[in-house]
């Protein structure tokens, strides 16, 4: 029985701790990072509560530190997606029927948790896992994940809020239900805020899921988990499983109870996930919600106005932070001959400046790019660069595998706007420059704008305020998240909703109310208090 209107105000974001030398915060990070190493962990899958191992372990180790063994991961197959979904479908029932505030409390509780008691444990495994600097680490597996789960429960508590007006005789209300079925969220190695969003999101508006993190995210999406279940999230609400994506989808997309999908990854997985929902769609129960934030080819344009310094700065940080593995990360950069030349020689000072290593040494900007695979394929962009007329390179260009998967931050310059680099995503430290004709702004907007199939993130930087109105007209549908003076990068959740469209997904924008939409299923009631009992109007009476 509701006794009560429960209020949850808009929330602070969480404050980002960092890490200064001689810092409390740095020094219990330290601290942690060397708890993690001292002895591998096994983690097992988490189905209907329980930890489910099955002897098939997989090796974690740091992409930065490739001697070292983290732990290992219990590997599932066909029967535990099976399973998964068996123990979500049992526990739907209770968990959609309990009241709104209990669930709210659970997700309050695990967003404490993490900003206090587990807030090391949840940088340092990302840290490791993901070869993230202590800063990156922060405003993402600590901040942007506590603001996810805040702010949804703050958003979902004005949803529910949301309700029709009444005439005289009668009462309308709105129930704000759970989708009809299970829901699949199938989260990137990238961002453990991502990790962490995409099921509980789901979870929190009433619904239960299916939970299939990538797997060089599996070391610090366990610590997530633990955390939910310890902030009393019923079993079976959301079920972690460790199987490959052909699997899941094999299982989920054929289920009649599949009932959305909540992705974070590449377009053409993405693509493909739309094809097969499409042709099952006969068998589903109700039309699955499909939402999906994929790839960007993220620009950052000058005006000849521009400050150089600032362009410098959003170059070097938009592309190279987290070794440019954000989607959001500066990819393509269209500078004006007027201060090209300056602009060049800044950029790669400041990039010839940066330490790369190991995570633990929090002097270093850059660390490793994720895998073997995402290195070969980075890799192979820098080798053609370098044998191709149409491209130079200004800086870095060199790397390595022998300790971990090091790359250098790159930029390539190219004649050519069309160039592969300026068209293709890459997703790791590579970032391509053309140089423009200074008086040709308007026409390379119009190159921006039709250059790449994404629309993801984008940058315009002018001191000119009719060039940022052109630009920001001109490049409407070019980004989904367009910055004005400042990097690409770094949305923060309740400021800047965060997704993009065309190549780049549904823009659902995670970090605001849009995104909850999705996961609920609306129901109109009407109660009339004196029904009519006689079928004739008014107007059918005789004169």
Known sequence: ?????????????????????????????????????????????????????????????????????????????????????????????????????????????????????????????TMLGQSKNAF????????????FLRFNVHFLSEIYKQQPISSPGMHNRMEWRPLEGFVLAVTPFNFTAIGGN???????????????????????????????????????VINLIYVDGPTIGKVCFSHRDFAGVHFTGSTGVF????????????????????????????????????NVD?????????????????????????????????????????????????????????????????????????????KDKKASILVGGNYSKKEGYFIEPTVIETRDPKYVTMCEEIFGPVLTLHVYDAEK????LALVDSTSPYALTGAILSQDREAVELATNKLRNAAGNFYINDKPTGAVVGQQPFGGARGSGTNDKAGSM????????????????NPPVDYRYAFLGEA
């Open 136 to 147: 990156q680490a922060e405003i993402d597996s600590a901040c942007e994940l506590i603001d």
């Open 514 to 529: 849009i995104n909850l939409y999705r996961w609920l299923s609306a129901r109109t009631i009407k109660e009339t208090y």
């Open 441 to 444: 702004f308007e026409e390379t």
């Open 198 to 236: 995409l099921p509980t999101s789901a979870a929190m508006c009433g619904n239960v899921v299916v939970w299939k993190p990538a797997n060089t995210q599996i070391y610090s999406a366990q610590m997530t988990m633990r955390i939910l279940k310890e902030a009393g999230l019923p079993d079976g």
């Open 310 to 386: 600032a362009v410098v700065t959003a170059l070097a940080r938009g592309a190279f932070e987290f070794q440019g593995q954000k989607c959001s990360a500066a990819s393509r950069a269209y500078i004006p001959s007027n201060i090209a030349d300056e602009v060049k020689t800044k950029l790669v000072a400041a990039i010839k400046s940066m330490k790369m290593g190991t995570v633990e040494d929090f002097t270093n900007f850059v660390n490793a790019v994720i895998d073997e695979k995402a290195f070969n394929s980075i890799t192979r962009y820098i080798d053609n660069a370098k």
């Open 1 to 125: 029985m509701s006794l009560g209107y429960f209020s949850y105000p808009l929330p602070a974001n969480e404050p980002v701790l960092q890490y200064a030398p001689g810092s409390t915060e740095r020094a219990a990070l330290k601290k942690t990072l060397a708890e993690l190493k001292k002895k591998p962990i096994e983690i097992p899958m988490y189905i209907g509560g329980k930890a489910v191992k099955t002897g098939k372990k997989v090796e974690i180790r740091p992409p930065h530190e490739l001697s070292h063994t983290l732990g290992y991961f219990h590997a599932g197959e066909e029967k535990h997606v099976h399973q998964a979904i068996d123990a979500a479908l049992k526990a739907k029932d209770a968990w959609a029927a309990m009241s709104w505030e209990n669930r709210a409390h659970i997700f309050l509780k695990a967003a404490d948790l993490m900003a206090t008691k587990y807030r090391f444990h949840m940088n340092g495994t």
């Open 271 to 306: 693509n493909n996930m739309w094809k097969v929902i499409g042709e099952n769609v006969a068998k589903y129960r109700s039309y699955p919600r499909i939402v999906g934030e994929t790839g960007g080819k993220d620009f950052v344009v000058a005006h000849k106005s521009a």
